[in-house]
């Protein structure tokens, strides 16, 4: 399963920006996934799960997914455009001359930690 190995490179990320130090257990973790990421976020949650409570310090993590659109550009008409189907045609003038900015992107930006001190800048 694709999807396992991905949730497997979410917990190596996430440790590596853990202080060495660290006695918090991480509560959440949130990840940006586009849409055409090509992963099936139940699969991708599951196996998140299942090497979690193998992890030491992560047993208690909840993944968060926040889900970006697919936007397009047309090099016909020069614009943008968040479409829903990947059909990658203009949706204004019909070329086939896109080319996809984002939406296919899987980033974590956001690691939580139970009871860590409130220290914001
Ligand atoms: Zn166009």
Redesign the pocket.
């Known amino acids: 399963m694709h999807e396992m190995s991905v949730a497997q490179n979410i917990i190596d990320i996430v440790l590596q920006h853990m202080p060495e130090e660290n006695s918090h257990p991480v509560q959440t973790v949130t990840i940006k996934i586009g849409k055409m990421a090509g992963l099936v976020p139940e699969s991708l949650e599951f196996g998140f799960q299942v090497l979690t409570a193998e992890t030491p310090g992560m047993e208690k993590a909840v993944l968060q997914m926040e889900f970006t659109p697919l936007v397009i550009h047309?090099?016909?008409?020069?614009?943008n455009?968040e479409i829903d189907d990947p059909f990658f045609i203009?949706?204004?003038?019909?070329?086939a001359?896109?080319k996809i900015l984002s939406g296919t992107e899987l980033q974590v930006t956001e690691i939580e930690l139970d009871d860590s001190p409130k220290e914001k800048p």
Not at 74 to 79: A, G, H, V, Y
Not at 90 to 95: D, L, Q, T, V
């Open positions: 047309c090099d016909q008409c020069q614009k455009f203009c949706p204004e003038c019909n070329s001359n896109v």
